[in-house]
């Protein structure tokens, strides 16, 4: 099957998952893609679409942005990439990756099987992790977890959670856009099947924002943790 035909619908399916919680769509569409495509083609790929999807999703959520809850995200991932990319020089990823797949995957499931953790952090504690986004994001491109565990626990409503993350997202995702366009990844190619995904993207990402109005806060939380835990799963078998 074409990809001009199997990329859409893998990208109808992730803007639904982040339309639904604000996060997820990479999750979703990476193992997909690299079935279709090579992963040097994939990345690019999957980053310009998530571009799409956070934009479209930070203007329809901007009355719900608060500038003192993503401002600490984005000063502390700044100095968190610097840090993660030497990072990457002297430790083992693999190491790292088996390290947080288990940390998120213990996280999640005790949130998911026990007491919902809410802490109600101050706004500062976003600097860290903000710092860690970035740091673990540039050491082995899995920086999503932290911002993510964040926001999560904060006891904000869903509406302030996904209006905070994409918009973190969308500031993390140009910085990874502008490197990859720099690099030479972004082809012409990968750009028409990125063009041809847009419409998919919009629907998917409609119709998953429209089902998170018809959904609890609690059950919003609960899908939170189980897609954590998956994330976590993913990167401890990625090292077996």
Known sequence: MSPFLLVPIIFLFAGFIQGLTGFGQALLAMPLLAFVMDIKLAVPVCTLCGLVINTNMTFSLRKKLERT??????????????????????????????????LITAFASYS???KPIKLHLSNKYGYFSGFLTGSIGAAVSAGGPPSIIYASIQGWNKDTIKA?????????????????????LT??????????????????T??????????????????IMTLLVFMGLMLIFQNV
């Open 112 to 114: 998911l099987f026990g």
């Open 69 to 102: 809850k993503i401002m600490p995200l984005i000063i502390g991932s700044l100095p968190g990439s610097i840090f993660g990319t030497m990072m990457l020089k002297e430790l083992n990823g693999d190491y790292i990756r088996l390290f947080l797949g288990c």
């Open 164 to 184: 905070t993350l994409v918009s973190f997202f969308l500031f993390s995702g140009s910085l990874a856009a502008s490197g990859h366009l720099l690099s030479g």
């Open 187 to 204: 082809t012409f190619y990968a750009l028409k099947l990125v063009l041809a995904s847009v419409l998919p993207i919009l629907a998917g």
């Open 206 to 223: 409609y119709l998953g924002s429209k089902l998170s109005c018809c959904i609890s806060e609690e059950f919003y939380r609960r899908i």
